[in-house]
């Protein structure tokens, strides 16, 4: 069975500062790569995936994610963070093939607090 | 408007009574799923169905029993024999009509046992 090790639990930075919050995952094969983002209040959002191609993908709002393969890591970057980024970040990742229910493997999630 | 919906937002239930969460989609989505999120520990699957009338048990489906009567609704009864029911519970669906399968979460419940 795969899991997810988000090893930030609390990021706390000013507005403008660069962002890497780190996902790593242990699972030998193929994986569909996730980031979530919750938002005070809110509902779970997708941010990005990856699910092949390019390792380098982009998603909303300005985020980015790396697909490191040989170091089994999905880490999550912004160059400059925004008071509205504040919210709880969490790394999914689950195992193709496609065509049947495959359940989402949560890492435990970092809260980012950016301050004015 | 398409998406997910989730009542109540909020629950109060006496310890010793079952509750039943409602998740509703209108995305004609195949598969549905059961999360309950605590804090500092991100999301655990409860319970998963990929077509109507079929279901299949998560990591911790002990207290917790589900059904698919239709497509669209896939509602969660928290009943008396979860030990820990006080948490965040976030239903989500998925259409699996492709390899690169996203799933999509509704807004939520909170359960408070008092």
């Known amino acids: 069975a795969q899991s997810v090790s988000q090893h930030n639990h609390h990021v706390i930075l000013s507005e403008a500062a660069s962002l890497e919050l780190g996902c790593n995952y242990s699972y030998g094969g193929t994986v569909n790569l996730f980031w979530y983002v919750q938002y005070p209040g809110q509902h779970l959002q997708l941010l990005l995936k990856y699910f092949s191609g390019d390792p380098l993908v982009k998603g909303i709002k300005g985020f980015e994610a790396e697909f490191i393969k040989s170091k089994f890591s999905f880490n999550l970057r912004k160059p400059s963070v925004q008071w509205s980024d504040t919210a709880e970040y969490f790394c999914a990742v689950n195992v193709p093939p496609g065509g049947s229910a495959r359940q989402l493997t949560f890492g435990s999630g970092t809260q980012l607090t950016v301050l004015p | ?114």
């Open chain 2, 1 to 114: 408007d398409g998406g997910i919906t989730q009542s109540p937002k909020y629950l109060f239930r006496k310890e010793g009574q079952n509750v039943t969460l409602s998740c509703e989609q209108n995305l004609n989505h195949d598969a549905m799923y059961w999360y309950r999120q605590d804090p500092g520990q991100g999301l655990r699957l409860i319970y998963y169905s990929q077509i109507v009338n079929d279901f299949q048990k998560g990591d911790i489906a002990e207290g917790y029993s589900v059904s698919r009567e239709k497509k669209e609704s896939f509602p969660l009864t928290v009943t008396s024999a979860q030990k820990n029911p006080t948490a965040f519970y976030l239903c989500a669906s998925s259409p699996l009509r492709s390899f690169e399968d996203t799933q999509y979460f509704g807004p939520g419940t909170r359960l408070t046992v008092l």
